[in-house]
């Protein structure tokens, strides 16, 4: 059942043309990592999925919903498609409990109690219950990290993005984000993952997409594509990143 | 010289009336402000101020006319911000009656005025606060699913409110003390009342001196509020 549907997705910055004429489908239970060197439009492909960035051309569909529909139906796809970002970004005047309640209760209508009932569940899934009355200054970058994987999967969403969630971390605290992730693979949750964690991506991921110059170069099985590059591009850009 | 202090004991009925009459001016005009200042402030923040024909295709109606409603926000602050508060509310109060037919009195100018004077201070306020808010903040509510006013709200308003408070501090004092400026229309605040006490007796001295002291308490009383406002809440 395809989750994700790019049909000729064109995204531009003024004249500058970051994605080119995409289109793939994603299906449920892919986990999906997409790497690429800087600049090559990795992000913004990830950011169009939920409509923080507009598309110029063609259409991405999440399920039925489009990006290009009326804002209520945009809000709806947003739902489907949690996010978690590179800097994190918690609230910071909620603690890491009120940061996990806030989306059953604001985006879901959920009651008081009930969120407060998930938000706990979803913080000991991160292995973070003991410290869910601080506040995100209080905790590490690792720990901030889990609390906004745990916020973005109280709102229930059908797919996860994750954008660089490690990047600004230090090497001994990637882990335990990763770890968290790898076990929301094997749940059968479907992620987007952008990513330089190669490691990941041959453990976990069940595809890889090279996005080189707006255009996806490789799409295939992670363990094919690492260890035997089909292209130069691909080989010389895994050994800048290994 | 000498300093009578019973020239102050008699004079401070009339100065404590319009100690009232100051404190409501500026209560309700930093009131009324607070609120135009928040609505011109969010709409400079967050609507664009110029047409985009992309915009316009998509939706024509919010295409033209959110620009347009920021541009007037945008004219409300440079007229308010470019002119003398003692020319807006000699505006108000005389030319206004001239070119249309509502005739108001002296209180209604002074509190409109402030109204509209702190109104345009405060929007530049808000505006520098919302924009001091991360933008990711804003993107992680969005990609909740959250309507824009939630997320403003919920969100970026709780942390925006915590940094405004210094520079709001700031501003209710400034328009405490432009109250002592509506002399000009007869109003009978506090400083019309020290100067015709002063007309009367003559004792400037007395007169002045309690009329700064009591302006000091004030100016110090809003410093204190707000200082303990911002020792209850976590600046962000």
Redesign the interface.
């Known amino acids: 059942m395809s989750m994700v549907t790019f049909e000729h997705v064109v995204k531009k910055f003024g004249n500058n043309t970051i994605l080119d004429d995409i289109s793939l489908t994603i299906n449920k239970g892919e986990v999906v990592v997409v790497v690429g060197p800087s600049g090559s439009g990795k992000s913004t492909f990830l950011r169009c999925i ?1 409509a ?1 960035e507009t598309i110029q051309g063609g259409d991405i569909r999440v399920g039925k919903l489009s990006v290009r529909g009326k ?1 209520a139906e945009v ?5 489907e ?3 978690v ?1 590179q ?1 994190f ?5 909620l603690t890491a409990l009120e940061n996990v309640m ?2 059953p209760i ?2 879901r209508g959920m009651s008081n109690r009930q969120a407060r009932e998930k938000a706990i569940a979803l913080l000991e899934k991160v292995g973070l219950a003991e410290r869910m009355d601080h ?1 995100p ?1 209080e905790l590490s970058g690792g720990q901030q990290q889990r609390v906004a994987i745990a916020r ?1 999967l109280a ?1 229930n969403p059908l797919l996860m993005l994750f954008d660089e969630p490690t990047s600004a971390l230090d090497p001994e605290l990637r882990h335990e984000v990763l770890k968290v992730m790898k076990d929301l693979a094997e749940e059968g949750m479907t992620m987007i993952v952008v990513t330089h964690e190669m490691d990941f991506a041959r453990k976990v991921g069940s595809r890889l997409i090279f996005i080189d110059q707006g255009k996806i170069a490789h799409d295939g099985p992670p363990s094919e594509l690492l260890s035997n590059p089909p292209s130069q591009r691909l080989k010389d850009f895994l050994q800048h990143v290994v | 010289m000498d300093f009578d202090l019973s020239v102050v004991w008699d004079a401070l009925p009339s100065l404590w009336k319009g100690t009232l009459v100051t404190i409501k001016i500026t209560f309700w005009g930093l009131f009324g402000g607070a609120l135009l200042g928040a609505l011109a402030g969010v709409i400079r923040t967050y609507v664009p101020g110029w047409f985009s024909i992309d915009i316009i295709r998509q939706r024509p109606l919010s295409g033209i006319l959110l620009p347009l409603v920021s541009m007037l926000a945008q004219g409300y602050i440079l007229i308010v911000r470019g002119t003398p508060i003692v020319v807006q509310v000699m505006f108000i109060y005389f030319a206004l009656p001239l070119m249309v037919d509502v005739r108001v009195d002296g209180m209604s100018a002074a509190i409109a005025t402030l109204i509209i004077n702190s109104g345009a201070y405060i929007a530049e306020i808000v505006r520098g606060a919302l924009q001091s808010v991360p933008k990711g903040l804003f993107e992680a509510g969005q990609s909740m699913g959250l309507p824009f006013y939630k997320i403003l709200l919920r969100i970026i308003g709780p942390i925006a409110f915590r940094r405004m408070i210094p520079a709001l501090g700031n501003q209710c004092i400034i328009s405490l003390k432009d109250s002592s400026l509506f002399i000009v229309i007869g109003v009978a605040e506090l400083t019309r009342q020290g100067q015709e006490i002063m007309a009367s007796n003559f004792r400037a001295v007395e007169i002045w001196g309690a009329v700064a002291v009591i302006y000091l308490i004030l100016t110090g009383l809003i410093a204190l509020i707000l200082k303990t406002m911002e020792r209850r809440m976590r600046i962000l």
Do not use: C, D, K
């Open positions: 939920n923080l804002p809000r709806e796809l947003r739902r498609a949690g996010m970002f800097q970004n918690l609230f910071p005047q806030f989306g604001h985006a506040y200054g973005a709102v």
